[in-house]
């Protein structure tokens, strides 16, 4: 098997040519996709196991992109997120600030592996991420049901390599 690195295929294989204004730009307009289907209204039955759209939009940027400032970015969108589903100030940022910043610091490991062991990589991102919500949701005295918090983790685990394909991951 050879990696990513091996066959030569950047990480911003799909934005690799783009000019850094251009870059940005599809940045800011998939950081807003990705905020709309995290708000997007779900029947009940499948809202538990939506995807963490955001940590992983954040993900694929800070893989494909790292000149940006990505830790800053997590924060606003967990602000934003913070505000529009009425959680405590702060929960959605710390964690997504977290989460970014474990990305960030996984990318040198996340070069040596083909797509589906960097997929496994990325497990724990996701699981430290619902972890922090819960452990903040305690805190606070907000009720979850621990059982669905962890859905979004398989189901992050399962979309993540279609989101890095469909953005031009390689």
């Known amino acids: 098997h050879r990696t990513r690195a091996q066959s030569g ?9 783009m000019t850094p204004a251009a870059r940005f730009a599809v940045y800011c ?8 289907l995290q708000l997007l209204a779900l029947p009940d039955a499948i809202a538990a196991g939506r995807p963490i ?19 800053l970015f997590a924060f606003i969108a967990g602000l934003i997120m913070d505000v529009m ?4 100030l702060g929960q959605h940022a710390v964690a997504m600030v977290v989460a970014v ?14 797509a ?9 991102v996701w699981g430290v991420y619902e972890f922090l919500l819960f452990w903040i949701d305690g805190l606070t005295h ?5 059982m669905m918090r962890w859905l979004p ?15 031009g991951g390689g």
């Open 85 to 88: 589903l009425n959680t405590p």
């Open 153 to 167: 983790v398989a189901t992050t685990t399962v979309a993540w390599p279609i989101l890095w394909l469909l953005l």
């Open 9 to 17: 295929t950047a990480l911003a294989g799909g934005t690799a040519s």
């Open 101 to 114: 910043y474990a990305v960030d610091r996984l990318r040198p490991l996340f070069n040596m592996f083909p």
């Open 29 to 36: 307009i998939s950081l807003i996709a990705a905020l709309i």
């Open 142 to 146: 907000h009720l979850a049901d621990p």
């Open 53 to 71: 759209w955001v940590v992983m939009m954040l993900a694929y940027w800070t893989l494909a992109a790292p000149r940006i400032p990505h830790v």
């Open 116 to 124: 589906w062991q960097a997929t496994l990589v990325l497990v724990p």
